[in-house]
C-alpha cells in the first residue's frame, strides 16, 4: 500500500501559499491539506502544487459555526460550505474538512436543539458532497475548541443521525490525548468510518516531545487496515497556535518537526510497527 503523507498548510502562519508549498515539498510529503480561502483562483493553487508535486489530500474549513441558534450565521455558515465543495470539486480535490466552530465551546444552553442544528446543517452540505462524489470528514476537536463532537464515540452517533455514506471521521492524536480515555481504542471504534488521521503529540509538537503513544496509534491504523492519508498537524511553542502573525524562528521550528516526524512514521511503517 502506498500511504499519502502531507500537512496542514496553516500551520506555517501567514506566508505565500508558494511559500508554503515550497516548505511542504522541502519536509519531503507528496500531499497538503490546503485552507479553504474561496476567493482564492482553482487555476493558480493547481499551477503551484504542481510546480512542486503535491496532491490535495484534504481542506481546512473557515471558522464558521453551522449549529449557531442564530438562523443567519447558521445558514451563511452553511452556505459556505457549500461554495467550498464547489471550490473544491474546481480544484480536483475528493475531500474537505467539517468542523465546529474554533473557540465556542458553550452552546445555546439546550443540547439537543444544538445537535439538531449540527445534524440538519450537516445534511444539507452532505447531500451537495453526494451529489459531487466528495468525502466530508467531520474533525473531532477539543472541549477548549468546541462543545460538540469531542470524541470519536459522539462522531459515529452524527455519521447514524445523517445517513450520508460520502461522511467520514477525522481524528487527530492531539484532540483525543485530552479527549479520549484510549486513543487506540477510539481509533479501533471508528475503524472502517476513519476518513483521516491528524498527527500531532500531546502538545502539539513533535513527535516525542510529548506524551502521547502515536507509535501504538499508528500500529492500530494498520489493523483496521486504514489507507487514508496521515496528515501532520504540528506548531511550534507559544500561545494561541491560530494567530496568522508568527514569530521570527516559528517557520523552521516547525518545518523541523514535520520532517523529523514525517522520518520516524515512515520507519515505523516500513516495519511494520514492532511494538
Known sequence: MKRDYGIC???FGNVPFEEKCRLASEVGVNGVEVEGDISQDPREILTTLS???LKILSITPNNVDISSDNESVRKKAVEYFLD??????ELGAKRICLHGDVGKIVGCGDEQK?????VESSKEILQKAENLHIEVV???LNRYENHQVRTGQEALKLIEDVKSPNLKVLLDSYHMNIEEENPAQALKEVGQHLGVYHIGDSNRQSIGQGHANIQEQIEVLHEINYRGPMIMEMTAPGPNPFTPVKEEGYIEVVKNYYKDSLSIVKEWEQNKIQV
Open 9 to 11: 498548510l496553516w500551520t
Open 138 to 140: 467531520f474533525e473531532v
Open 84 to 89: 467550498l465543495l464547489l471550490w473544491a470539486d
Open 51 to 53: 510546480k512542486y508535486d
Open 114 to 118: 444544538d445537535w439538531a442544528r449540527l
